[in-house]
């Protein structure tokens, strides 16, 4: 199983991001992810948010083997052909290191309301679900066009292409118990599930992320390839513990765990001490 962290992208330097990264690449993680929020707070007065893909071009910039990406980024608020450019450019500047996180994203008051986006949940996912048979689509480098619902694309040839073949690896993030999302990744290539617990962020159990890996095997296509199914839970307070813990869910078809810190003030102290507590 591979180990990640994934950081707020929210009330910290840019540069303590970078080295978070880089300090990630050192202790031997093997990925290193940021969140992609535009406000995080539903009464127009949010945290200071950093860009994520600028603040992921330094880091790939400064490192050399670790996974980069995003976790998770809302289509409906990034026009397709601008991801798809910005993708693209990452994916060449880690030299084929990207992985786009997806998702329809949220608070939708906060992150998409407050800024005349369209916040209704149905209409995002559709724009999700569209937006990434335009990324797809141009990702190919080959004449393409697109006459849908939210997205036109009129035999455009997007150049340069990803340097990763066929594309750049696309994992959806969805909660649980909801079955929508997760169909949705089987399409792809990587699955985030989300679980919640009186309000706050919990670890998936065992038992659910196996029914993810079932619900996904039945539904993807045959001979597909390869296909990420990511732990997504807060930094634990164990490590040690947690090793005992990691066969179960290695078993139960987990590929990745990752550890991301609580949004709330002392975060980033708290994925500097996990990292140096290593792997």
């Known amino acids: 199983m591979k180990r990640g962290l994934a950081a707020p992208n929210f009330a910290v330097d840019p540069h303590d991001l970078v080295e978070l990264g880089v300090a990630a690449e050192k202790a031997g993680f093997d990925g290193f992810f940021l969140w992609d929020h535009i406000l995080f707070s539903n009464d127009g ?3 200071d948010i950093l860009d994520p893909w600028l603040v992921l071009a330094l880091i790939a910039d400064a490192t050399e083997r670790i996974t980069i990406g995003t976790m998770i980024t809302p289509i409906s608020r990034r026009r397709p052909a601008v991801l798809a450019r910005q993708t693209a450019t990452l994916d060449r500047i880690s030299n084929g290191r990207l992985v786009l996180g ?3 994203g949220s608070p939708a008051q906060g992150d998409f309301a407050l800024f005349g986006d369209e916040a209704d949940a149905v209409i995002r996912a559709e724009m999700l679900d569209e937006g ?4 797809e689509g ?3 480098g080959e004449p393409f066009t697109h006459q849908g619902k939210h997205y036109t694309v009129d035999g455009v040839s997007f150049t340069p292409t990803p340097v990763q073949r066929p594309r750049v690896p696309i994992w959806v993030g969805g909660t649980l118990p909801r079955r929508r999302p997760m169909l949705r990744a ?3 290539d990587g699955a985030v599930p989300i679980t919640w617990a009186d309000g706050r962020l919990a670890r998936p159990s065992v038992e659910q992320i196996a029914g993810v890996r079932d619900l996904v095997a039945d539904h993807r296509e045959p001979g597909a390839s390869a296909f990420d199914l990511a732990v997504w839970a807060e930094v634990t307070d164990d490590p040690r513990q947690l090793m005992t813990e990691l066969p179960d869910y290695v078993d139960a078809g987990a590929t990745w765990w990752i550890e ?11 994925l500097v001490e996990r990292i140096g507590a290593g792997v």
């Not at 990434?132 to 990324?135: A, E, I």
């Not at 991301?260 to 708290?270: C, D, N, S, V």
Request: charged residues 15%.
């Open 45 to 47: 007065v949010g945290p």
């Open 102 to 104: 997806v998702g329809i």
């Open 132 to 135: 990434l048979t335009v990324l």
């Open 138 to 140: 141009l990702w190919t």
């Open 186 to 188: 089987a399409r792809w």
């Open 260 to 270: 991301t810190a609580k949004p709330e003030p002392g975060w980033h102290a708290e």
